[in-house]
């Protein structure tokens, strides 16, 4: 019997070889495995432990069911045909799943299975060929999710397996992974307590919420100086993760500031150059998203090839809606009530009104979900940063306007301008500056910054008629807070918003948090009325 | 001598808006309870309602005029001191429901016991006699503002700052309401009233007495609000709305006139509020959303600041409107709001009762000019006709 399956083997062998490497591999690659594993039924323990070193060396990551199931005693064998099953307990019968894919292959009767015996070196011989499968795998991803797994794990016994996988590995960042690994398993093995010490040393660079857990469960599993050191080296766990944790609030913090951004610039110069509270101007952001959202329907319905690029294209014409809209609200309204702020103050926001409920009118009042294009999905783990590719984009791109925004105010006639109108209106008026010209581009110039602002903010959340509206106290508190028509003062004031708002988050909830920040500006506002970076001299009168 | 502080809120146009009021107040309730239901001049129990709702509003209306017509404090907060009346009484409402509610648990109201609370909380006690209750919807509104407004007016926080600080106030305290951990039955606010004095909130009888009860209030809050503008103290307020820093160098403490009138104005939106409350049967925290208070001042700059009647006349207007609106073309009654407002502060920036009001002066100003060009004192209507006469010829 045994030379004519060696003679088969070979004669496959040779057939796949004739058939050229490529082909065999991918086209008989799962029959090939699923032969070897329905062999495994077959003939005495030796045959079977070969079949499972066969196994190992095909080296494909599918056949780890099969051998899992094989050492818990779960992989059977069909009297009538052979072929083997992972199979279920269920009630009188057994429920059957394919050995591969798992797949459910029905039932059958306790009587028409054959239980695939092992022994102890079979079960050696499994962990060996799983550890081979896995931690020895070619491919360095796999070893190190193998290693991970490992780590969680704490199996004392696979102490040898991992011994063996580091003597042959030879990526640093792998080895490290699989010395915490081993360091793990030691931990939770009866090995002496200087092994232990020096494994609690080896945990310590992790630094991580798991080594953390791992340490507690051994600093209360032990006493004496295994237990100090453990503990010694939790607490210094916990600063690492604590200091991970802070940074992470910062980060959330900068980006939910640099949205904020966007949306007060434009904010900050009308209220700067004109001296007008535009409660309209959440609505410009709504007007950005909007946009947003037709552009990106249009192009879905005729042009899907250009969705990744859709954002190209929403951003001018987001700047110019918003820009046009701002622009007619400062001619057909706000020019007729200067000099009269609480005026302003209130049309606007009865403006403001206006847009909400057109845009309810037009697209109903559901939230809506922008897409967001390939190259913004995603996101990518620094230690133990978590940064999403979207807000990434967003932090990068608000920097990029505010930069933008900053060179036009220094370097253009246009920006000249509006300082000298921000500084003295009359003086500037009788220099020649055509003052209503610039207020109406200034308004202009701020919407479009706001519709932006909404482009940028579909990327992050849903949209909705009433999105502006959350804006405009945090507008007003970041404007009050930084200082008036003072870009770098917005920029810090915006950004210490943001990440006070995270860091209060955890400890006193999201909306007491806001309520903390809120009084704290209304605080601030009487110590320092005019901002954090106030302007001085006679400019602060004019 | 206070007397003669009060005498002075009384000249011929408010004695004939109070004797309005008055007609009013006893008209509306008579109509209701005299005439049977099918009699042509019988009022509705909810017509009562809704004219003592929209008097709760001219109240509130006042207390806005008060601050920003005369003192040039544009609050865009005052929804939170009208919320904070109406919470005061809603806790003492719900304190009389007493066994009568589902639970019948004479302690502790119905959504206490429901969410499993133990105890009432410390500050809902004494709610249950109506003298502390009504004190404290003075009290609490008048804390308030003594707070907010020592803090603001002290370090001269002014104009569009202001405002918006003092929406921001309005904003935190809606957030606070809608906490769980506030105890003040977060979104669903206190409801399902009973009685009040132990008489029923439903019956028509007490209807009518909370409707006379807002109309009398309007009416006080009328007397103290020209009293006090009409007083050398008004023309110091007057004053500081128009220059604020000329008021100061010639020696006046600014900010106490400011506080004073502010905390004045704040108890009296309290009252508003504390009187809505039994009348609209319902107080939650949307009553602090920033938007009513914005909507409010919209009503006076309607009716027309610096004229106290204006401001009523406005809260009633706008406000009979919007129940009208609503009830027709529900989805454009925002637009109409907005509108008016935007023509109105674009082409009546005085509102209606200030434009009529200058117009009328404006009239008699040119008759007395032309009666005296023509050298007639008398008869100014046949000097007019015999000149039109004479320039025919």
């Not at chain 1, 020019?335 to 403006?351: D, H």
């Not at chain 1, 508190?477 to 930084?482: I, L, P, S």
């Not at chain 2, 004695?15 to 239901?37: E, K, M, R, S, T």
Request: glycine share 10%.
């Amino acid at each position: 019997m045994l030379p004519l399956k060696i003679i088969l083997f070979a004669l496959f062998l040779a057939l796949s070889a004739l058939a050229g490497p490529s082909v065999s591999f991918a086209a008989d690659g799962g029959s090939d495995l699923r032969s070897l594993i329905n062999e495994l039924a077959k003939g005495s323990y030796d045959d079977t432990e070969r079949q499972i070193g066969a196994i190992a060396t095909l080296g494909d990551e599918a056949a780890m069911p099969a051998l899992q199931a094989l050492g818990t005693n779960d992989l059977m064998a069909r009297k009538s045909d052979g072929i083997v099953f992972i199979v279920k307990k269920a009630g009188r019968n057994y429920e059957l799943f394919d050995a591969i894919t798992g797949e459910a292959a029905g039932e059958a009767a306790r009587r028409d299975m054959e239980r695939i015996r092992i022994n102890n070196r079979l079960r050696r011989a499994i962990r060996s060929a799983l550890g081979e499968l896995t931690l020895m795998s070619k491919n360095p991803e796999r070893r190190m999710k193998a290693a991970e797994q490992v780590f969680k794990a704490r199996d004392p016994e696979a102490i040898e397996t991992i011994d063996q996988a580091l003597q042959a590995e030879s990526d640093p960042e792998i080895a490290t992974l699989l010395r915490q690994a081993r360091a793990a398993a030691v931990l939770n093995s009866d090995a002496s307590e200087a092994d232990k010490l020096a494994a609690v040393e080896g945990i310590k660079e992790r630094g991580d919420q798991e080594a953390r857990a791992l340490l507690a469960s051994t600093a209360d599993a032990s006493e004496g100086e295994l237990h100090d050191a453990a503990v010694m080296v939790q607490s210094h766990v916990e600063q690492i993760l604590a200091a991970w944790n802070a940074a992470q609030n910062v980060w959330y913090g900068l980006s939910l500031g640099s949205v904020l951004l966007l949306a007060v610039i434009g904010f900050a110069i009308t209220f700067g150059v004109m001296g007008v509270i535009n409660m309209a101007h959440g609505e410009m952001v709504m007007i950005g998203a909007y946009t947003t959202l037709v552009v990106q329907e249009i192009i879905r319905t005729s042009a899907p090839w250009l969705f990744d690029f859709s954002l190209f294209i929403v951003l001018p014409l987001a700047f110019l809606i918003a820009g046009a809209v701002g622009v007619a609200l400062e001619r057909f309204v706000i020019r007729f009530l200067y000099g009269r702020p609480l005026e302003t103050l209130l049309a606007t926001w009865g403006i403001s009104l206006i847009l909400q409920q057109a845009v309810r009118t037009i697209f109903g009042a559901n939230n809506r979900k922008v897409g967001t294009p390939s190259w913004m999905s995603g996101l990518n783990e620094v230690g133990g940063l978590t940064i999403t590719y979207n807000r990434l984009w967003i932090i990068i791109f608000s920097l990029v306007v505010f930069a933008v925004l900053v060179s036009v105010l220094k370097a253009t006639r246009f920006g000249l301008y509006m300082r000298a109108v921000t500084q003295n209106r009359r003086m500037a008026s009788s220099m020649g500056i055509r003052t209503p010209w610039v207020d109406a581009l200034t308004f202009g110039l701020g919407s479009g910054i706001a519709g932006i602002a909404g482009v940028a903010f579909s990327q992050i959340d849903n949209v909705s008629p009433n999105l502006g509206q959350s804006y405009i106290i945090d507008s007003f508190m970041v404007v009050a807070f930084g200082g008036v028509g003072n870009l770098w003062g917005m920029l810090v004031g915006v950004m210490t918003l943001g990440v006070v708002n995270k860091f209060l988050e955890p400890y006193a909830g999201a909306v007491l948090g806001k309520i903390l920040v809120l009084v704290f500006i209304i605080l601030f506002i009487q110590k320092r009325l005019r901002g954090l970076f106030a302007l001085k001299g006679r400019a602060v009168e004019a | 001598m206070i007397t003669s502080f009060f005498l002075r809120a009384f000249d011929g146009k408010a004695l004939l808006f109070l004797a309005i009021l008055a007609a009013f107040a006893i008209a509306i309730p008579a109509g209701n309870l005299l005439f049977p239901p099918d009699h042509a001049l019988h009022v509705p129990i909810y017509v009562v309602s809704l004219l003592g709702k929209y008097m709760c509003y001219a109240l509130l209306a006042l207390s806005v005029d008060l601050v920003w017509g005369y003192c040039g404090i544009l609050s865009l907060g005052h929804g939170a001191f009208f919320a904070l009346g109406g919470y005061a009484m809603g806790m003492y409402l719900m304190r009389q429901i007493g066994v009568c509610g589902v639970y019948g648990n004479a302690e502790l109201p119905d959504f206490m016991v429901f969410l499993n609370w133990k105890e009432l909380p410390w500050y809902w006690y004494g709610f249950d006699a109506f003298p502390f209750a009504f004190l404290m919807v003075l009290v609490v509104s008048a804390v308030l503002a003594f707070i907010f407004g020592w803090f603001a007016f002290r370090s001269r926080v002014t104009g569009v700052y202001l405002s918006i600080i003092t929406q921001a106030m309005t904003y935190a305290l809606l957030l606070a309401f809608r906490r769980n951990d506030m105890r003040f039955c977060v979104n669903n606010g206190l409801t399902d009233f009973k009685d009040i004095l132990s008489f029923s909130v439903q019956a028509d009888g007490t209807r009518s007495a909370l409707f006379f009860a807002s109309v009398a209030a309007v009416a006080v809050g009328f007397v103290i609000a020209r009293a006090v503008t009409r007083s050398k103290f008004g023309k110091v307020l007057i004053a500081v709305r128009d220059a604020e820093s000329r008021t100061r160098f010639l020696g006046y403490r600014v900010e106490h006139y400011k506080l004073f009138v502010w905390v004045l104005s704040a108890m009296m939106a309290g009252v508003a509020g504390a009187l809505y409350v039994p009348q609209v049967g319902i107080i939650n925290p949307g009553e602090f959303a920033p938007a009513n208070s914005i909507e409010l001042v919209i009503w006076v700059a309607v009716g027309g600041r610096v004229t106290l009647v204006g401001a009523v006349l406005g809260a009633v207007l706008v406000n009979f409107a919007k129940t009208w609106f609503t009830g027709v073309f529900p989805e454009l009654w925002l637009f109409a709001l907005v509108g008016l407002f935007v023509a109105v502060t674009l082409f009546l920036p005085k509102g209606i009762v200030g434009t009529i009001a200058q117009g009328w002066s404006a009239l008699r100003q040119r008759r007395r000019s032309v009666r005296a060009e023509a050298g007639i004192d008398e008869a100014p209507y046949s000097g007019e006709a015999s000149m039109k006469h004479q320039a025919a010829e």
